[in-house]
């Protein structure tokens, strides 16, 4: 239990050092003894706090820019009726307690300057250098004036953005809304709740991502409060309930103290308390709660070779619970986060989960990037010299915030982003995979080889025919894990392009959005297209100008499908694969391109149901062919080199090929070629149905599940 999560009458069951508490900062402790109107020496606060962590800082940055920042909002008032200047101060104190350097502080105290009162950049940048001025021009709000119903959405694109230039400026807003929700009990209920949500979906997992757990945990008890009254209440009562019985925890940590000084490990044994969000989680998972479920044991190091020192000390002289345990040192997760985590029984047949990490781990889990201090600094304190082309290039810039600037700027409509950025956001988990050539990628857990391909190859990535996972031939829905080695296999066509069952796959925003405009630029490979002919076409044939359709394969010559209008852009649909001498027809699609069918292809007749006219089409001179055959056999060794074999005897280049798991003993094997002449499709097909175990070869309908 922590000091919020119990009766505030009862003591505190915490052993040691605590760690930081954020909520006991409130404007009380803000102004201290003094009245309102000597709010100038509120200032000392700030420099207290901001001492223990910098005791050489350079306070007088500090006092201009509290003069600024008091004379600016001089006269304004919150909705609780405060001095406005408590709320950056607040702010600033926060920051201070969790070690921002002075530059950070110096922001964050401006931070509404510009915003609300009449305040510019450029003074701010006269007075405090280019740096504090990048800092408040990131946190501050767009105009809802200029912006309407975007401003909130453009607002956190912005921010996101300078954010990858440097991530105090996240810092700075995470550390804003924490004030701003401690205070929200002025606003109206529904006001309330539309905040709560956006801190729970955008500000909390950006919080986690940062590693700043200080202020996520409390902002998760403050949403939790505003979103689920109820269970707020409840785990409110089962924590008081607790707080006057004995703690289980207190008799484990004297035992693991003893133990580890038995050993010569110095070490400090802190019984952590849970906050209300992490007890309601462990009561939804377990039901009924543990008298040593409402905190975990801290023991911290000087060394990383002390953590596994202690770790084996712990599964020596205690029952460990193996399935508890986790390597977060070797391992570190992509927020910064180190520790090792294990659970050991007590004496009693209590379980308790341990942490053990050095100083400066916990310093980093709980602060995250805060305690990594100016990014720009080669020791922390001082700037390092600006990059010879002049762009800002933030060496702490974590690999998923990478990925979103790169997705954002393919989202340029404001819904789409928002909408985005919280499905990006609640992905918390991440994995690691390698490239052939030794690289990696960071992939949200889930991912797929879609994603995989569009994160090492972005557009490039249309063409993607299958992959390479761990050396084996893999379909593009192959869901990746952590560790696995993946290798993209693209066409050598670029003209082809994804199917819209990749999105059924995709799980990243950057696949996702590159997917879907392919799509929307190439409608012929979907029902709700419409459109018509160019004005002012001429009659004449036209004959068909090789567009992918949906397929991959190599170059090379291509059926001719004619249309009586020239100029006019003709595509063979993936769906049906035509070739000669199938009995064809067309459609005309967005953008005045027609799309070719086979008479029989379900898509004829679903468009000709929806009032879609057909366009005559005709096969110029035969040549060169691509056709998907699917060839559905019984399981037996070597099929897959007989049929291969039997595809190589026609002269036809396999240009991908897919074989799905077997079902029932039956085994569908799906090939894409390339034909050097179309009259050959009917003895190739003999030929494939002549193999031992083959029972059928049909064209077709759908797109090959690899492509």
């Known amino acids: 239990m922590s000091a919020e999560a119990t009766n505030p009458d009862a003591p505190i069951r915490r052993r040691g050092r605590p760690r930081i508490d954020l909520r006991r900062l409130g404007r009380v402790a803000l102004l201290g003894p003094v009245s309102r109107d000597r709010l100038p020496d509120a200032i000392g606060h700030v420099a207290e706090a901001h001492r223990v962590h910098h005791p050489d800082a350079d306070l007088s940055v500090l006092h201009r820019a509290y003069v600024l920042a008091e004379s600016s909002h001089r006269g304004q008032t919150r909705k609780s009726g405060e001095p406005y200047i408590t709320h950056p101060l607040a702010v600033t104190l926060i920051l201070a307690e969790l070690g921002a350097e002075t530059t950070t502080l110096t922001a964050s105290l401006l931070h509404d300057t510009v915003e609300d009162t009449e305040v510019t950049l450029d003074q701010v940048r006269e007075q405090f250098g280019d740096e504090v001025c990048y800092l408040v021009d990131g946190v501050t709000k767009l105009e809802k004036v200029d912006y309407g119903a975007a401003a909130e959405p453009e607002t956190f694109r912005k921010m996101l953005v300078a954010t990858g230039d440097d991530v105090r400026v996240m810092s700075i807003k995470l550390a804003d809304r924490l004030h701003n929700m401690r205070t929200l009990g002025v606003m109206r209920p529904e006001k309330q709740a539309r905040i709560a949500k956006v801190t729970r979906d ?155 990490r050095t100083h400066r781990m916990h310093k980093v889990a709980e602060a995250g990037v805060i305690a990594l201090g100016n990014p720009y600094a080669a020791d922390g304190t001082a700037p390092s010299a600006e990059p010879a082309d002049g762009e800002r290039a933030d060496p702490t810039r974590p690999g998923w915030l990478s990925r979103l600037l790169q997705w954002q700027q393919s989202a340029p409509d404001p819904d789409t982003f928002w909408t985005t950025l919280r499905a990006d956001l609640a992905q918390d988990r991440e994995i690691t995979v390698f490239r052939t050539d030794g690289g990696t990628l960071g992939l949200p857990a889930g991912a797929s080889c879609v994603d995989a391909a569009y994160a090492q190859y972005g557009d490039a990535a249309h063409s993607c025919i299958g992959a390479r996972v761990n050396g084996r031939l893999a379909t593009l829905s192959t869901v990746l894990v952590d560790g696995d080695t993946v290798q993209p296999l693209l066409a050598e066509d670029a003209a082809s392009g994804p199917s819209p069952d990749w999105l059924d796959h995709a799980r990243t925003p950057a696949a996702r959005i590159a997917i879907t405009g392919w799509l929307d630029a190439h409608p012929q490979d979907t029902e709700s297209a419409a459109g018509s002919p160019p004005a002012g076409s001429r009659p004449g044939p036209q004959p068909a100008r090789p567009t992918g359709s949906g397929s991959a394969g190599t170059a090379g010559r291509t059926v001719s499908a004619v249309v009586e209008s020239p100029d006019t852009t003709v595509r063979l649909a993936g769906c049906c694969t035509p070739v000669p001498p199938d009995d064809v027809t067309g459609f005309t699609v967005r953008g005045g391109a027609v799309t070719v069918h086979r008479l029989e292809c379900p898509v004829v007749a679903r468009m000709e149901a929806v009032g879609r006219m057909p366009v005559a089409v005709s096969w110029g001179d035969a040549a060169g062919c691509r056709v998907t055959l699917v060839a559905e056999s019984f399981g037996r060794p070597r099929l897959l080199a007989d049929l291969t074999e039997a595809i190589a005897g026609a002269d036809a280049a396999v240009i991908s090929a897919t074989v799905e798991p077997p079902s029932e003993q039956r085994v569908r094997h799906t090939y894409t070629l390339q034909l050097p002449d179309a009259a050959g499709l009917p003895a190739l097909m003999r030929a494939m149905r002549d193999v031992p175990g083959v029972y059928d070869v049909s064209r077709a309908q759908h797109p090959a599940a690899a492509l």
Request: contains cysteine; proline residues 5%; aromatic residues 6%.
């Open 202 to 356: 955008v500000l909390i997992p950006l919080a986690e991502r940062l590693g700043v757990q200080a202020l996520k945990t409390e902002l998760e008890d403050l949403v939790f409060a505003i979103l689920h009254p109820e269970e707020y209440a409840h785990t409110s009562a089962v924590i008081s309930a607790a707080t006057g019985t004995a703690d289980p925890l207190d008799a484990i940590a004297g035992n693991v103290a003893a133990v580890l000084r038995e050993a010569g490990i110095p070490a400090e044994v802190l019984i952590r308390p849970r906050h209300f969000v992490s007890v309601h989680r462990v009561r939804v998972k377990r039901g009924e709660l543990r008298g040593s479920d409402f905190g975990r044991l801290l023991v911290l190091v000087g060394e990383d070779a002390d953590c596994y020192a202690v770790l084996g000390e712990l599964h020596t002289c205690f029952t460990p619970v193996i399935s508890e345990f986790k390597d977060f040192i070797a391992a570190p997760k992509f927020n910064l986060y180190q520790s090792l985590h294990t659970a050991v029984v007590g004496p009693d047949g209590e379980v308790a989960e341990v942490l053990i």
